[in-house]
């Protein structure tokens, strides 16, 4: 069975396979009002142990500067201190709000949450029950499932700017989507205090995913392929630097390059084919101004800018349809040229691979097309299937290409006749150099070295 097959059967398997998981219930309680329940989930990526906790509820705010520091108001949770001395709560659980907390300086959810730790022992001190978990309440708008792999730095819960000892948070922390952000709000301004929460810890639908059997066997089916590629890719490699027949030129830096990309196991598309340059260039600089404009609009620290967003993606979509044409363009053209011209038989086959070298180029650019297109999709592109169709194509775009590099490309050991010619060229091309810098000097026209 073709390999590009058996990579879409596994696909097909592991999406019909794959099912969201149902998040749990957050609980607010009043004595002689109904009961309350929305649902929550642990942040992505985040690994805690099962926890189920019933405590006092409080929302403190944070000081009106860039510290991410919680105010000590007694004033704030006065009601809730005099309502645990009269009763034994043993627990107390924090509200947390998202843009209170980015306006104070917290740069992602672990900050917001590390900030408890010093709160703590002050609320402790007045009499206060200990903090035992959290519940941050997002702010921002997001389609599908919010808060996943593809969200805005400040919806995740580890920080890349911040050394790990200053993020590390004891306090377990529990997402409250967006769209009840509103309910919370007013039944919390509309119950007379104090209130009672519960919180049941869950996975959510995206840890679940990457922690699912069916998710990393993924991984594994492509990590499979790239070893086989891998083993046969340094067999050829070493085999030709035993025989001492080993020439730096750009056919092996290319081979080295693929080997790099399967060894990195990247997901976006290395970009290998340089046929006419000036085209390729311009496109890879539209590329390449695209991923910067996203990556500014993604780790600025104070909004996240759509517009820029919607124009990089665009800029991307329409650079990867221009490469996908460019190949298809290329793939006919070595094709036909076999048959208009009068050729070797060492120059119909350089020709047809290069036909097979532009057609798998363009599958394989086509794969990057729809994962991007997919992850530009509001809906589908923040949805479970939706991120498991981008990882699986761009996958499949970079086994795709690195095979057609080491199969198709591979590496040769030279022989005397590749010596000889290569001489030959050299001489050539030396002695054009001398002939145009003497008939510059004499103002001729230099001599053809034919």
Known sequence: MPLHLIHLLCIIIILLASAPAIPALITFEHTGHHTHRYPSYDPFQAQVPFYNVTGLLIKPRFLSNTSCTLERNLSVILPELLDTNKQSITNTIVLLDQFESEAAGCKCIRQAVHSIAQYDQWYQALGGAPIVAAVYMMRTKHQGIPCGPHSTPRCCLSCPKLPPTSTAAATPVTLLPEAHYNAVMRWHANTSRPSVATVIQERGPWNSMAQSTSFKGLFWAFAFVNCCFLVKALSEFIRVIAH???????????????????LKSVIQMEHRMNMFKLMLHAIFS???????????????????????????????????????????????????????????????????????????????????????????????????????????????????????????????????????ASAVAAFRS?????????????????????
Request: charged share 15%.
């Open 244 to 262: 001492g027949k080993s020439r730096m030129n750009l056919r092996i830096v290319v081979f080295l390059l693929a080997i790099c990309s399967i």
């Open 286 to 420: 539209v590329n390449l101004i695209s991923v910067i404009m996203l990556l500014i609009a993604r780790e600025s620290e104070h909004s996240f800018r759509e517009d820029i967003v919607q124009a990089a993606t665009t800029c991307m979509a329409v650079s990867y349809s221009c490469f996908a044409l460019l190949f298809v363009y290329y793939a006919i053209f070595f094709y036909n040229a076999r048959d208009e011209y009068t050729i070797n038989p060492a120059s119909f086959r350089t020709l047809t691979k290069l036909s097979k070298i532009s057609m798998a180029s363009f599958i394989a650019m086509l794969f990057t097309l729809v994962a991007h297109l997919v992850y530009c999709d509001r809906v589908l592109g923040h949805t479970i299937y939706g991120f498991w169709l981008q990882l699986a194509l761009r996958d499949l775009n970079s086994a795709i290409c690195s095979g057609v590099i080491l199969f198709v490309i591979g590496i040769r050991m030279p022989n005397e006749e590749d010596a000889k």
């Open 430 to 450: 030396h002695l054009q150099h001398y002939l145009a810098l003497f008939g510059a000097r004499r103002g001729k026209p230099a001599p053809s070295s034919q």
